[in-house]
């Protein structure tokens, strides 16, 4: 068998080789006995190579296997150059679809690997994206669990960039439990340690995105939208996939405020043009429907987009508060005319369930959104005239409020006589 030394040359043949050549000269590259810097030299090169032509053939096991074959090498060069070939392998790893589960297991193994080496520098990089895919596993407990212990020893140590992206990752987690006060708690942690250093761009869009999701949960739309639209001008400048999320976030916003009329004229920006496509289509649909204040419509656009705004959990939970708000505006403006109508009929003319339509009138009434009741019995809806306040009550109570008033000022006076 023909052995491949560290070269220039071996590096040179293997990129003019075919795919599965090239893996075994640079397999033979890595295993050359030489360790002068020349030789390390080349290995480094070979690896970059070897984990790029690997992705190709999404061999996630194989990628696995190379990063623990290396770490007698890694005692022989700097713990930077280490640093960076663990993280670009997990980062191999991780453009191969469907690897999740393959990614924890070796990140878990590198954490236990730098944790016995003493590599705390790395250890801690390692351990945030194993949280960070523990999230995206839905395995939140475990992934809190890792957080608060990390986020403790970096704050010891001060590392403000890596601790601005353990706030980050843990406002996010805290967001998807449904604790706000402590994702923005968490936020304004990360945003407190970013002020203090040079952020990346990248960095700081996904501090504003966070951000404009944080407000626009609190129903602070017109916030949220100026913090995605920095999260769009950070993204887009740097041609970030996640540009286009911070579009559709800002579409939902203007949607959200009633000014779905301003969603055609984002789209057709210069900004807007280059990310046209099914997320933004989903969008436009939502925008037509609310301005129509049209159910049907609103339905279709579900239906057709379902993997652009129901598989979105945050478009999904704000659209669901969208589509109850438009089914009261019909059913109201449906019932108007009535003093009693059927049940029956108003599902008729709004063209949903009878069932669906029943309990949301029921909501309705207990919510004090118009006055009436449900008989049950006759399958009828009865609407009261709205009853007129009675101007008595208010009245009394000013005049009570006065009397106490005038009890307190008296009291005060005779304790100063006493005095």
Same mark, same amino acid.
């Given at each position: ?5 560290a070269?220039? *040359?071996?590096i ?5 080789a ?5 893996i ?19 290995k ?8 790029e032509?690997?992705?190709? *053939?999404?061999?996630? *096991? $194989? ?18 150059k280490?640093?960076k070939?663990?993280? =670009?392998?997990? $980062? @191999? ?9 393959l ?13 016995a ?17 523990l999230?995206?596993?839905?395995e939140?407990?475990?992934?809190? /669990?890792?957080l ?7 704050r010891r ?5 890596l601790?601005?992206?353990? #706030?980050?990752?843990e ?9 706000l ?9 990360a ?13 700081q869009?996904?501090?504003?995105l ?5 407000h /626009?949960?609190?129903?602070d739309?017109?916030?949220g ?11 887009n400048? !740097? =041609? ?23 969603? @055609? =004229? ?12 099914? #997320?933004? $289509?989903?969008?436009?649909a ?8 049209? !159910?049907? !419509?609103?339905e279709?656009?579900l239906?057709?987009?379902? @993997?652009?705004l129901e598989?979105?959990?945050i ?16 059913l ?22 009878i069932?669906?339509? *029943? ?10 959104k118009?006055?009436?009741?449900? #008989?049950?019995g006759a ?13 008595i009550?208010? /009245?009394?109570?000013d005049?009570i409020?006065?009397m ?10 005779s ?5």
């Open positions: 068998m023909v052995s491949f030394p070269t220039t *040359e071996t040179s043949l293997a990129l003019e075919n795919s599965s050549e090239a075994q000269i640079l397999y033979q590259v890595l295993e050359d006995p030489s360790s002068s810097p020349e030789a390390l030299r080349i480094e090169q070979a690896i970059t190579n070897l984990c032509r690997l992705t190709e *053939e999404k061999r996630g *096991e $194989d990628l696995r296997t190379l990063l623990t074959k290396l770490r007698p090498f890694f005692s022989l060069i700097p713990k930077a280490t640093a070939i663990v993280r =670009g392998i997990i $980062d @191999a790893v991780a453009k191969i679809p469907g690897t999740t589960d990614q924890i297991t070796l990140c878990k193994e590198m954490v236990e690997w730098t944790r080496e003493k590599r705390t520098f790395l250890r801690q990089r390692v351990e945030a994206r194993l949280a960070a895919l999230m995206e596993n839905k939140y407990v475990e992934a809190l /669990a890792l608060s212990t990390l986020v403790k020893e970096v140590l001060d590392d403000k960039l601790l601005v992206d353990i #706030d980050l990752l406002s996010k987690l805290h967001f998807s439990l449904r604790n006060p402590k994702a923005k708690a968490a936020l304004t942690a945003r407190t340690a970013a002020n203090a250093i040079y952020v990346p761009p990248a960095q869009g996904t501090i504003d966070q951000s404009g999701i944080l /626009a949960e609190e129903k739309y017109k916030t939208y100026s913090y995605f639209f920095e999260a769009f001008e950070s993204f400048a !740097l =041609g970030d996939p996640r540009a286009v999320f911070s579009l559709k976030y800002m579409l939902l916003c203007k949607i959200m405020v009633s000014q779905a009329d301003d969603v @055609a =004229g984002i789209i057709s920006s210069k900004a807007g043009l280059q990310y046209v496509g099914p #997320d933004l $289509d989903a969008m436009k939502v925008a037509d429907a609310h301005s129509k204040r049209s !159910l049907k !419509l609103f279709n656009a239906r057709d987009y379902k @993997a652009q598989d979105d959990p478009v999904h939970r704000h659209l669901s508060s969208l589509y109850d708000t438009l089914l009261e505006q019909n109201c403006r449906l019932i108007e005319p009535f003093s009693r109508v059927e049940i029956a009929h108003i599902a008729e003319l709004i063209g949903l369930p069932d669906h339509v *029943e309990k949301k009138l029921s909501q309705m009434i207990l919510d004090k118009f006055a009436g009741t449900l #008989d049950q399958g009828c809806l009865i609407i009261f005239e709205d009853p007129k306040a009675d101007a009550y208010s /009245a009394t109570l005049t409020a006065n106490g008033k005038v009890v307190d000022s008296l009291y005060v006076r304790a100063k006589i006493m005095a």
